[in-house]
């Protein structure tokens, strides 16, 4: 089956021509990428469209695109195919952008949250595949979640299934979501990073030195990423914040699992590049928090195609649709 895949980010939007089959999909050719504030809701989904014409026009005739998926961040409806102010994309209010393809293109168009996206795609074709009940978790610039529940995606009653980050762990800690405590807060980047914050300025106000943080200068560009370089290189403080994300990633993993008892859970982004910094703290959690045989049944993977997954989603989006309308 031969489809389009267009990803929407805050950052960037790209579409890409894919064949998909069951078990691999195959980039026939993929678009310039476009910078998100360069266009209006507007001009945007105009060049888009005439990336998803030049895709078409590279087959030949005897082959044909099958469908459009399109993955997006939330919040969104995808059973109406409209996208509804996501706070990443500014302006893009009451998008509805399946209608708009479908009339411009012909061409049948699916809507889906990024997450849920991304969860089908390592259902499919990553660490997820072969299950028939999975939980995917970004872990990245945000906490969220895509729910495959006997072999379906699972988007719930408003299509808001699977934000697992606004769930509180705690009456205080880092502020994700718009709530201090939040699942979000303890295991995104930015939480990560106001986390670090806190407890590097402390550490500094003490009159201790902290390697990778010489002053309250250098305290506000502090990242996720300068953290868990720091932890790998054995920087103690380090060690220390990543050891409380993972305790924390503990508890928020123990409640999906006694609640949804998942075949496995496949998590993402920081938690792949710094898994032996995390996982530990968050494996003991596990282990005094869960209920034996729920924790027996689930498998806790990092992701294999967090690098690679912006480019299939919304192909993988496509197909699975495609797929259960036949």
């Not at 995917?136 to 699972?154: E, H």
């Not at 990778?212 to 720091?230: D, K, M, P, Y």
Request: hydrophobic share 40%.
């Amino acid at each position: 089956m031969r489809a389009v895949g267009v990803d929407i980010g805050g950052t960037k939007c790209a579409v890409s021509l894919g064949e998909i089959w069951e078990d691999r999909v195959s980039i026939i050719h993929k678009c310039p990428v476009r910078e998100t504030k360069a266009y209006t809701p507007r001009q945007m989904l105009e060049v888009l469209t005439e990336d998803i014409f030049f895709c078409r026009d590279r087959l030949n005739e005897s082959e044909r695109i099958q469908g459009i998926g399109i993955s997006c961040g939330g919040p969104l409806d995808s059973r109406t195919g409209t996208i509804l102010s996501p706070p990443n994309l500014p302006g893009w209010d009451e998008i509805h952008i399946t209608e708009y393809f479908r009339e411009k293109t012909g061409l049948p168009a699916f809507l889906c949250n990024d997450a849920n996206a991304c969860a089908l795609a390592e259902w499919k074709l990553g660490a997820g595949r072969g299950s028939s009940s999975m939980v995917f978790l970004t872990f990245g610039t945000g906490l969220g979640a895509g729910l495959i529940l006997n072999n379906r995606l699972y988007c719930g009653a408003s299509d808001m299934a699977g934000e697992v980050g606004h769930i509180r762990l705690s009456d205080y800690g880092p502020v994700g979501y718009g709530k201090m405590g939040s699942f979000e807060g303890f295991c995104s980047g930015g939480g990560i990073a106001q986390l670090a914050k806190l407890m590097i300025r402390e550490e500094l106000q003490a009159g201790h030195k902290v390697s990778f943080c010489e002053n309250s200068e250098q305290l506000e560009h502090i990242t996720a990423a300068r953290v868990g370089l720091a932890a790998k290189e054995g920087d103690l403080l380090a060690c220390s914040i990543l050891k409380q994300v993972g305790v924390q990633l503990g508890k928020g993993l123990s409640v999906i699992m006694d609640l949804l008892n998942p075949e496995c859970i496949v998590i993402g982004s920081i938690f792949v590049r710094n898994y032996n910094e995390i996982w530990p703290y968050a494996q003991q959690v596990i282990e005094q928090e869960t209920l034996p045989s729920v924790r027996k049944a689930c498998r806790v993977l990092s992701s294999q195609l967090s690098e690679s997954v912006g480019d299939i989603a919304g192909l993988i989006v496509a197909g699975y649709n495609l797929d259960l309308e036949e």
